[in-house]
Antibody
């Protein structure tokens, strides 16, 4: 069955780079698109960006200058890297597969010194 | 970017009530809209896809409608387990979420 699971550091220092991994199973990354969505504590959801089956990427214009999404199809993993983190990047980060029906459980990332 | 405006932001209703949640897009999104339910500490759960298609396993009391810029999620008879926050999500272009409607029991 389709599964996604996010992993990464729970704490990142301000100005540093966040690196997250989404490990998927039950589908192929070459035929499907995986996206990242985040949710600050107590707030709404924000689409960050995604990587398509052909390897092309789309990014939220507000994050584009700081964000990079890539993948390793052999390991069924999608990666998120975002630099210059600030406290307002504190959030739960989710990965989801198009048509946005299956989601990981999310990983909480706190930006703090 | 397409803005999604949900209303109301907070809705109080009684068990058995018919409940309507609204979502308005800043431009035509061609029915490319999903509805999600999110409970505290959980990932969003897809209820309705492409405006009016019920996701597998979702109770039939949930339904969606709309076109152009205006969309609606209806719960025909509110149940206690429906207490949650509901988000609309457009994927027509530059995907965006609405800010959510928090549904509580009166």
């Amino acid at each position: 069955q389709v599964q996604l699971k996010e992993s990464g550091p729970g704490l990142v220092q301000p100005s540093q780079t966040l690196s997250l991994t989404c490990t998927v199973s039950g589908f192929s990354l070459t035929s499907n698109s995986v996206h990242w969505v985040r949710q600050p504590p107590g707030k709404g959801l924000e689409w960050m960006g995604g990587i398509w089956g052909d390897g092309s990427t789309d990014y939220n214009s507000a994050l584009k200058s700081r964000l990079s999404i890539s993948r390793d199809t052999s390991k069924s993993q999608v990666f998120l890297k975002m630099n210059s983190l600030q406290t307002d990047d504190t959030a739960i980060y989710f990965c989801t597969v198009v048509p946005f029906d299956y989601w990981g459980q999310g990983v909480m990332v706190t930006v703090s010194s | 970017d397409i803005q999604m405006t949900q209303s109301p932001s907070l809705l109080s209703a009684s068990v058995g009530d018919r409940v309507t949640l609204n979502c308005k897009a800043s431009q035509n999104i061609n029915k490319n809209l999903n509805w999600y339910q999110q409970k505290l500490g959980e990932a969003p759960k897809l209820l309705i896809y492409y405006t009016n298609n019920l996701q597998t396993g979702i109770p039939s009391r949930f339904s969606g409608s709309g076109s152009g810029t205006d969309y609606t999620l209806t719960i025909s008879s509110l149940q206690p387990e429906d207490v949650a926050t509901y988000f609309c999500f457009q994927y027509n272009s530059g995907p965006t979420f609405g800010a959510g409607t928090k549904l509580e029991l009166k």
